[in-house]
């Protein structure tokens, strides 16, 4: 199985960028839906919780040894409500191998109540291969699932700034 396999969902939407995030820069700036104060509320606390941290934690690979986990690391500079729905734009640094980049990342967020859920559905990227992932923001931790192509896992962590994600906090 080829290393790139092995990534979680969050390098593998940053590989996405190439495909979908161009297109969205280059619509018209449009004013967003009004929305409610409790929605308005929710989305300041996501942008807020999710401005300036790292995401640290682990991931597994179905079918592997359920002992081994493998160490993950994101680092997330901020998240921006687009105007197109539940699209955000989420400024992530990923890096995998020799690979140190920080992208864009178009994203969907659904909130299950007041929790939300980042979903990448299914994004076919040409010669990589098909991304899926969900994954869980619960106030100082995350958890989801994540897949590319027949190859997928679990990813579960915590939520720390970004100057304090090599502590154990």
């Known amino acids: 199985m080829p290393p790139f396999r092995t990534v979680g969902p969050i390098l593998a939407a940053a590989l996405l960028l190439a495909a979908v995030a161009a297109p969205l ?3 018209p700036s449009a ?7 409790a929605t308005a509320a929710l989305h300041a606390a996501f942008t807020e919780a999710m401005t300036n941290v790292k995401l640290v934690g682990v991931f597994t690979v179905d079918g592997a040894d359920e002992g081994r986990m493998q160490r993950d690391e994101y680092t997330i500079s901020s998240v921006t409500k687009s105007p197109k729905g539940d ?3 989420v400024s992530a640094r990923m890096r995998y191998g020799d690979v140190d980049l920080t992208l864009p990342v178009p994203v969907e967020v659904k909130w299950a109540g007041t929790t939300p859920m980042i979903i990448l559905d299914k994004v076919t990227i040409p010669g990589l291969g098909t991304f899926s992932s969900r994954v869980l923001i619960d106030g100082p931790r995350y958890a989801g699932t994540w897949q590319h192509d027949a190859v997928g896992g679990h ?5 720390v ?3 304090d994600a090599g502590s154990d906090k």
């Open 155 to 159: 990813m579960f962590g915590k939520i």
């Open 161 to 163: 700034p970004a100057e």
């Open 87 to 89: 699209v955000w734009i």
């Open 31 to 37: 004013a967003p839906p009004a929305v409610d104060e």
């Open 25 to 27: 820069a280059a619509q």
